[in-house]
């Protein structure tokens, strides 16, 4: 609640509608106990009596009644009819929303039907056709605003609960046995809550307007009572001579409706939660850099990527998460580097630094540099980058359901990404090297199969496209972050010996992510293991499967089962890892480890060990030379 409060007073157009609005609702709710004159006395020898004259403090109306008086018992009425009007629409909307949403078929057929039907005719006509039908008078005003209103909501409404009631947890819900109506009360509704919570924000504004502008035609509040409305309405014939009287409440109605929406607007943006994180602002098409970052010097070898010192950091609120502590990493031609860590370790978020893909806000690489052939990618301004992208560097993901357009054919998904970087390659040419990338990785009938959408293939195929997409400008590196995850056995060990084919054939350097031993044993030269952000281990991945050094590496192994080895019991490791936004002194491993001493607890532990093999532990399982 505090942090909503928060980003909503940093947008200052909210602020200052929140205060106006409070303001006036401070006014509206003691204008009983304020010593005002009764808005009803006439005095006919003060009529139109001017603003700041002797009594009148905002002059007199017509009939000599104070102006003053009027105004906030009128604003009373207008806010309680706009505020009622709003919250009927709403809750009538919605229900008929939920309810065609959810059962969907003919239900939602006849429902929408109906509303189909209200919002056939003219909006004000139909407000006043059922103000003629029932007869003038506020009440009758506010239900007729309602109505008008409920299409809205229904339409709005529906739409989002027909999305819901096919979402997985609903089925779950099915399957535990619940009944429709709790379904839709602890499933759906807490979901769409605050999409209603955000439509009536915004539009109770334009309900006091329409309630106002009913009473303006003398068709709401009937005299002596008057709103904001209808005080516009009995002044409009001496706006000429007494202009005061048609502008005081005018001018309350501006800035009603005005702050209601400016406040209105922000309660939305504040309450979408994919603003709420960055902070209210739109994500850079490049991570943001630190200016002042340490920028390590130039490796004279020089490998084909080399990461070094890599600090990545999520800035949200007041808080630091450490995502990436000083990650130094380097690939050459043709060889597979290995990342191996548990889920949220940092594995993603370093590959993505690489090419600034980390979305910032809140991502900001706060050190080191990432150098392709010795020019330093974190330095690059867009352009260049962008033309890195997909193009030296390319990125497999694990999920390629939710990379894959579901709206193109795979064929003209490939056919896109060749086109991308190089648009002088015509369409058929692109086509033909769709065709032949999808023979290069594999997949049967490739003709017929380069007009399929993805959610006509399955999972292990679709993965295959992926691959094909990130081969496609022939790059020099693919950065595969566990792309075998989501698959099966089988279909895993096909495409590890796939990318194992493409890396000896092409010479591609491939950086394999994964959490599975298993599979870097399967795949990679050498292997880095990831810890909270750091890199604990590195070494040849046979050395290092043979003779862990690190106790969290030794626990990572012994987690994988073996075929045939016996009835070797497993050991998961307790515990969990650190939040790294607290990161504790010394060892960050240290809570877990049964080979713990005071001294892992303090200091900075360095990565040590020979040109080949390396360990961040004081207390190692293996000496390393
Ligand atoms: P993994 O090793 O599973 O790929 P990630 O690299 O995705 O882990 O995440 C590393 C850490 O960064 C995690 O602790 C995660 O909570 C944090 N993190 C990732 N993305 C964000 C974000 N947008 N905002 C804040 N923290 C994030
Ligand atoms: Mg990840």
């Known amino acids: 609640m505090t942090a909503f409060l928060k980003l909503l007073f940093r947008n200052r157009l909210a602020a200052m509608g929140a205060v106006v609005l409070g303001i006036i609702l401070l006014l509206a709710l003691l204008t009983p106990v304020l010593p005002l004159k009764d808005p009803n006395i006439t005095n006919t020898g003060d009529r139109f009596a001017r603003p700041f004259t002797e009594g009148y403090l905002l002059g007199a109306d017509h009939l000599g009644r104070d102006q003053l008086s009027r105004l906030l018992y009128g604003t009373r009425t207008s806010l309680a009819v706009g505020a009622v009007a709003a919250f009927l629409a709403a809750f009538f909307g919605s229900a008929i929303g939920i309810i065609a949403g959810y059962f969907g078929k003919r239900t939602d057929n006849i429902l929408m039907r109906l509303i189909d039907m209200l919002m056939a005719f003219p909006y004000i006509l139909l407000a ?38 096919h979402r997985e947890f609903v089925d779950a819900a099915r399957l535990a046995g619940k009944g429709h109506i709790r379904i839709i009360l602890t499933e759906v509704l807490p979901n769409v809550l605050p999409v209603i919570v955000i439509a009536m924000s915004t539009t109770v504004g334009w309900m006091i307007l329409e309630t106002a502008g009913l009473s303006f035609l003398g068709l709401g509040s009937q005299p002596p009572d008057s709103d904001l409305g209808s005080m516009l309405g009995q002044a409009k014939n001496h706006f000429t001579t007494h202009p005061h009287t048609s502008i005081i409440p005018g ?22 939660p994919r603003l709420r994180s960055g902070a209210l602002s739109r994500p850079l098409p490049v991570t943001n850099v630190a200016k002042n970052r340490t920028l390590p010097a130039a490796n004279p070898e020089a490998p084909l990527l080399d990461i070094q010192e890599l600090e990545t950091q999520f800035h949200v609120g007041d808080r630091v998460y450490e995502a990436v502590g000083k990650v130094s990493l380097s690939v050459k031609p043709g060889e597979c580097l290995g990342i191996i860590g548990e889920s949220g370790s940092g594995k993603s978020v370093t590959a993505l630094s690489v090419t ?17 052939e010795g020019k330093d990618l974190l330095s690059a ?5 962008r033309r890195t992208r997909g193009n030296r560097i390319a990125y497999i993901f694990q999920d390629p359901l939710s990379t894959l357009h579901p709206l193109y054919t795979v064929g003209d998904q490939l056919a896109e990404a060749i086109r991308v970087h190089d648009s ?63 698959l099966d056995v089988t279909v895993q060990a096909q495409i590890l010996s796939l990318l194992n084919d493409l890396r000896r054939e092409r010479g591609l350097a491939i950086i394999f992510i994964t959490h599975d031993f298993g599979v870097v044993a399967q795949l990679c030269d050498r ?15 046979q050395s290092v499967l043979d003779a862990p050094a690190h106790p969290y590496t ?72």
């Open 356 to 372: 600034g893909l980390v979305a910032s806000p809140p991502g900001v690489i706060t050190g080191g540099a990432v150098r392709l």
């Open 251 to 272: 001018v309350m109605i501006f800035l009603i409706v005005m702050s209601v929406n400016l406040l209105g607007d922000g309660v939305r943006d504040a309450l979408d």
């Open 128 to 165: 006043l056709a059922i103000v003629a039908a029932l007869g003038t008078g506020l009440i009758n005003a506010l239900i007729a605003v309602a109505a008008v209103n409920i299409p809205f909501f229904a339409r709005n409404i529906r739409g989002i609960t027909v999305v819901l009631a």
């Open 554 to 625: 030794k626990r990572l192994i012994a987690c994988v089962p073996e075929l045939g080895g016996g009835r070797r019991e497993l050991a998961a490791i307790p515990g969990l890892p650190p939040v790294v936004n607290d990161l504790p002194p010394g060892c960050h491993f240290a809570a877990r480890c049964d080979k713990c001493q005071p001294e892992c607890k303090v200091g900075y532990i360095p990565l040590e060990g020979g040109d080949k093999r390396t360990v961040r532990c004081i207390h190692p399982e293996e000496v390393l030379a």
């Open 527 to 541: 292997v880095a293991v990831m810890y909270a952000g750091r890199i604990v281990e590195e070494g040849p991945t």
């Open 424 to 486: 002088r390659v015509s369409k058929s040419a692109a086509r033909a090297r769709a065709l032949e990338l999808m023979k290069q990785v594999r997949i049967p009938n490739p003709e017929s199969r380069l007009g399929n959408y993805p959610h006509e293939m399955s999972g292990g195929m679709r993965q295959r496209v992926g691959i094909a997409m990130s081969l496609a400008n022939e790059p020099d590196i693919i950065i595969a972050d566990e792309p075998t995850t989501a």
């Open 381 to 385: 301004n867009y352009e260049t980058l």
